[in-house]
């Protein structure tokens, strides 16, 4: 909504901050949501169904509802939810419309603008309108700054994740000898054996296990063709205790039988 100027908002008398009542709900309801509206969470914990997509809500949690959407909503009886919501409309089409749902990491500058504008809205003080539209104009701003922030928070955890794994993979290449196992692939990436397992073989192309073998496969090449080592020596070396089963392994990767190499 960066292309709208403040005097392009239209104010609705709808808004409020509340504290809900134990038997809260925000029941579906035939009519479709029929403008566009804030929804932020202060406090407490509840579910929020947007669309059909539940949420689970607590401080921080913000949503952005627009025309046509069907939203219901209930929370925790023993934790009630603090909200503030606000109705808004707008005079033109708007461009780069924040997302539905975001989770303020640091919510006190959004917080204070939302406080400001209830505060505003009830009192009607002199030039009240021209500093409520002010101020949505700045909510947008701020729930569409932080939807940046969190694609770039994504984009810097996608790069730190692909170099953990890539020098995992590295890892595993210098030290094929060694009896590695997914767990402790994980563990020295600090990561779940489960995730590691599944980002591994999406970002290397194999699965963590088919690479071990073919690292130890392609070291023994070179071992054999130009260390001089002997199949048994070299099944040693590469961890393999049973010589048949390596000269197995071997073939399969490689279409021929150790001796063949040497």
Request: with cysteine; glycine share 4%; hydrophobic share 40%.
């Amino acid at each position: 909504m960066l292309n709208l100027n403040p005097d392009q908002f239209i104010l609705k008398p709808v808004f409020a901050t509340i504290h809900c009542e134990p038997t809260w709900q925000w029941k579906k309801r035939d009519k479709t949501f029929p403008n566009y509206g804030v929804f932020y969470v202060w406090s407490g914990e509840g579910t929020l169904v947007l669309n059909g997509k539940p949420y689970d809500v607590q401080k921080g949690h913000c949503f952005l509802f627009k025309h046509g959407e069907v939203i219901s909503a209930t929370h925790k009886p023993q934790n009630p939810l603090v909200i503030t919501y606000i109705h808004f409309d707008v005079t033109e089409t708007p461009q780069m419309i924040p997302t539905a749902h975001r989770v303020f990491a640091n919510p006190i500058n959004f917080e204070s603008l939302l406080t400001r504008y209830v505060r505003l809205l009830l009192v009607k003080t002199f030039g009240m309108e021209i500093e409520a539209k002010l101020i949505l104009k700045q909510l947008m701003i701020h729930l569409l700054r932080e939807a940046e922030e969190q694609v770039e928070e994504r984009a810097n955890a996608s790069d730190s994740l692909l170099e953990i794994v890539r020098g995992m993979a590295n890892y595993i290449q210098q030290h094929p000898g060694e009896q590695h196992s997914i767990e402790s692939l994980a563990a020295r990436a600090h990561l779940s054996p489960r995730y590691f397992s599944r980002m591994f073989k999406q970002i290397m192309g194999h699965t963590v296990k088919t690479y071990i073998v073919r690292s130890r496969i392609e070291r023994a090449e070179h071992l054999l063709q130009y260390a001089g080592l002997t199949v048994t020596e070299t099944a040693c070396v590469l961890g393999y205790s049973d010589v048949h089963f390596f000269s197995r392994q071997f073939k399969k990767y490689t279409g021929k039988n150790p001796s063949e190499i040497r």
